[in-house]
Structures are given as C-alpha cells and as structure tokens.
C-alpha cells in the first residue's frame, strides 16, 4: 500500500483487509468471529497440562485466477510452515519457519524470484500471574477491532500479500522486546522496537502494485526524473520505536489507552528541484494516541476504538504535507447458537487540516454474515467493506469445510468496484476466485 497520488491512502487501504482478517490479539474470541487464529495449535501449553514441547504447522496451495481472464493467475502459492514451541515452568519459547513458492511470477512484468522463506517468527517468553516478557520476531497486534485497527500499527502490512485469507499471514513480523505488568484487573504493556517497521516496498510487475507507484516508475523508465529509494529507515538503535499500552476492566468492560510512536509504514515522496528532477520516497515519524473498548451482552458484543495521530504525514502534490487525522471504529456483532453470526462495522476517517475547507472525512462499513452447516463443518457467507465516501467497495463470497482436524478447504470469489482512482477501486482488475487446501499437522 503505497500512499502517492491521495493523501488518505496509506491508512484507509489498509483497512480494506478487514473482509478476509482471520486472526485478532484481542482477549476474546468469538464464536464465528471473521478473526479466529488459523494456527496449527493456539496457545502455548500450560505447565502440567501438555507436554513441554510441541512440534506443528501446515502445508497449503493457495490458487487465485482473475475471474476476467482465467488464464492469468493472481498467485499460485505453495506453502509450507513448520512451528516449534517448548514451555517449561514460567519460559517458553515459540519458533516458526516458512518456505513459498509463488508460481504465478513468470507472468509478472519484470524479474521475479518463485521462491522466499526462512524464519517468520522466533521469540521467547518470560510469564508469570504478574509480569510477561517476550523479546524476538513477532506479531504483536493492540486494539479491539474486528480488523479495522486504527491503533494497530507495530507491525506493517506484507505488500507481497495485502489480502491473503489470513490477517496473520497479512502481516509481516518485526523484532521487539515487551513487557506487561498485571494486577488486580489492570495491566500495564511497554514495548519497544530496536529497528523500524516498516513495509516493503512492492516491486515492479506485481499484482498488489499501487497505479500511483507504477506511474512513477513508468515516468522514471521515460526519463522525466530519477528515484530515489533509500529512504527506507532501517538502522538498528537509531530508527527505532516504542509505545505503552494500559489495560483495565471497568464494570465488565475491557479498555485500553495506547500511545506509539514510529515511522510511518508505506513511503510518501517529495521532489528534490535540480537540473534534473528527483523524486525520494520516505517514511516520516509520527505520534498516535488510541483509546479501545469492548463488552459482551450474552450472545452479543460490541467494540470500539478510536484514534488521534496530530501532525499525520499525507501526501500532497509536490510533496507531504502533515495534518490532524482522527479515527474512529464502533462494531456490533451478534452470535447465535453458534452457528450464524453477523457482524457490522462503521469506521470514519477525518483528516483535519489548517482550515475547514480542505479537511477531508472518509467513511464506510464493513461486515461479515456467515453460517455453518453440515454439523458445523461446513461455513458459508459473505464479507466486505463499502465506502459511504465513494471510494469503492469489496465483497468476498466464501465457503470453508473443515473436513477433520487436518484438513481444510476454502474457496470463493473476492471482487473490488469503483473508480480506477479510488481506494479499493485500482484493483478490479485482479477480480479473483481462489480455491486452496490446508494440512495441518
């Protein structure tokens, strides 16, 4: 998700993953929620209840072919990940390892590696009633969301995969060291990241390259300026970042105030003036502060969070500029008998500049209706998002079935529509259906 030619896109398309989210760090799952953990195993083994150690993973073949043109595939990704963790007493420790082959890269523009792997995540643990630490490569995600997180901002977007079946696959894991202080219903979080995280930039060629980073590229290969891509923040211990987080239940509802502070995830340009245009990509810093809630009523929860990042870098013609932007989620969903679920959520997006008349708000709502059959092995539905601002929508029709506890099958169709300029409408041409098959083990 490259921010070039609108000022809005760098956070709102990355909530456009809300529709195919399948994994939360929230305290709480829910039944049928669109963001259950996909993992070979869920948790880390308490002591005396499971053996010190486990060994797991799965291996998958994941297919999209572009609904028009079917001989065009959008990814052809096999995958395998093998997951390692060991408990003894108040340590643990938790490895994975990942190896993919993306077949469908000999019918990208330009040269393409098939294969990429090693180490996704590697950390250990240190946890006790009253004090956590974890320290190596992860995933660590805040907010309460069902998927659209405004404060979900430690780990950056994998631009490789922006809208894989998985919103732990969808991310890319960061090195960082935490540490949680609990008690008596109140938990205090400190985290800290030796080195920016931040998103690759996306190479030329493939599906999920932004129109406004093609042009670009199409203008440098004409000759009209040169670009500059170092300007990626990537020194240990000096571009780093860190953030707090306060946890309390309140009347038996869950909130959190959450403070970060970093790098922006995907580069803005500015222009250099000379004999020759340059054109350099960059990723300022910025502050947010968050705020999240949650609470269930029997069969039914709701959630909300909300967001204020003063001095926002976006992107301006000739440039960034920095303004005001405030965010807000209130999400409702209800469950019932565990078998259908629904789920709606509206978000709202406000960049508030120096004067009224160029502040620009975004809105939508995202939401997911779903129901299982076939003694629950089979689930069916629909998911999406629309934006009431007129930036497009996406809408997944999707099926799973859970043959055992190995295998899993998952396939549908997943279309964008709007303007080739909006948000979510750049994108229609990679319209797909996908059909994939997981072993887990």
């Known amino acids: 998700m490259f921010c070039m030619m609108r000022p809005m896109r760098p956070v709102l398309l990355c909530c456009a993953i809300v529709?195919?989210?399948?994994?939360?760090?929230?305290?709480?799952?829910?039944e049928g929620d669109a963001l259950a953990d996909e993992g070979a195993f869920k948790a880390m083994p308490e002591p005396g209840e499971q053996p010190d150690w486990r060994l797991g993973g799965f291996a998958e073949s994941r297919n999209e072919f572009a609904v028009h043109d079917m001989e065009r595939p959008v990814s052809l990704q096999q995958r395998m990940q093998l997951e390692f963790q060991w408990k003894k007493d108040v340590f643990g420790f938790f490895g994975s390892l990942e190896g993919i082959h993306e077949?469908?890269?000999?019918?990208?523009?330009?040269?393409?590696?098939?294969?990429?792997?090693g180490v996704r995540e590697v950390y250990v643990t240190y946890d006790t009633e009253r004090f956590d630490v974890f320290l190596g490569r992860k995933i660590h995600r805040w907010g309460t969301g069902d998927g659209i997180n405004p404060m979900d901002i430690i780990n950056p977007v994998d631009t490789r995969d922006p809208f894989s079946s998985g919103r732990a696959d969808n991310r890319v894991p960061a090195w960082m060291v935490s540490a949680t202080l609990a008690g008596d219903g109140v938990s205090l979080e400190g985290i800290f990241l030796p080195q920016a995280a931040v998103a690759r930039l996306p190479e030329k060629g493939e599906p999920w390259e932004p129109a406004a980073l093609r042009d670009l590229r199409e203008r440098r290969d004409s000759g009209h300026f040169s670009?500059?891509?170092?300007?990626r923040p990537h020194e240990w211990f000096e571009n780093m970042e860190y953030g707090g987080r306060l946890n309390a239940a309140l009347w038996g509802w869950d909130v959190s105030l959450m403070a970060f502070r970093g790098y922006l995830d995907t580069p803005v340009f500015q222009l250099e003036a000379g004999a020759k245009p340059e054109v350099g990509l960059v990723y300022p810093m910025f502050t947010a502060f968050g705020a999240a809630f949650a609470k269930g009523f029997g069969k039914q929860s709701v959630r909300g969070e909300m967001a204020c990042k003063p001095a926002y870098p976006v992107q301006d013609d000739a440039g960034f500029i920095r303004t005001d932007l405030w965010q807000g989620v209130l999400g409702w969903d209800y469950d019932m008998d565990s078998r259908y679920y629904l789920n709606v959520q509206y978000f709202v997006d406000y960049y508030q500049r120096s004067t009224s008349a160029t502040s620009t708000a975004y809105h939508g709502a995202a939401y997911?209706?779903?129901?299982?059959?076939?003694?629950?092995?089979?689930?069916?539905?629909?998911?999406?998002?629309?934006?009431?601002?007129?930036?497009?929508?996406?809408?997944?029709?999707?099926?799973?079935?859970?043959?055992?506890?190995?295998?899993?099958?998952?396939?549908g169709i997943m279309w964008w529509a709007g303007g080739e300029d909006t948000i979510l409408g750049e994108y229609r041409k990679n319209n797909f259906f996908y059909a994939t098959v997981r072993f887990s083990f």
């Not at 670009?227 to 300007?231: F, I, Q, V």
């Open 368 to 411: 997911e209706i779903s129901g299982k059959w076939l003694r629950d092995a089979l689930k069916t539905g629909v998911r999406g998002k629309v934006y009431g601002s007129g930036d497009g929508a996406l809408t997944e029709l999707f099926l799973e079935y859970e043959l055992d506890d190995h295998w899993k099958f998952f396939t």
């Open 19 to 30: 529709f195919c989210c399948c994994g939360s760090g929230r305290a709480a799952a829910i």
């Open 227 to 231: 670009l500059d891509t170092s300007g």
């Open 103 to 117: 077949g469908a890269v000999a019918t990208w523009a330009g040269n393409h590696s098939p294969w990429r792997g």
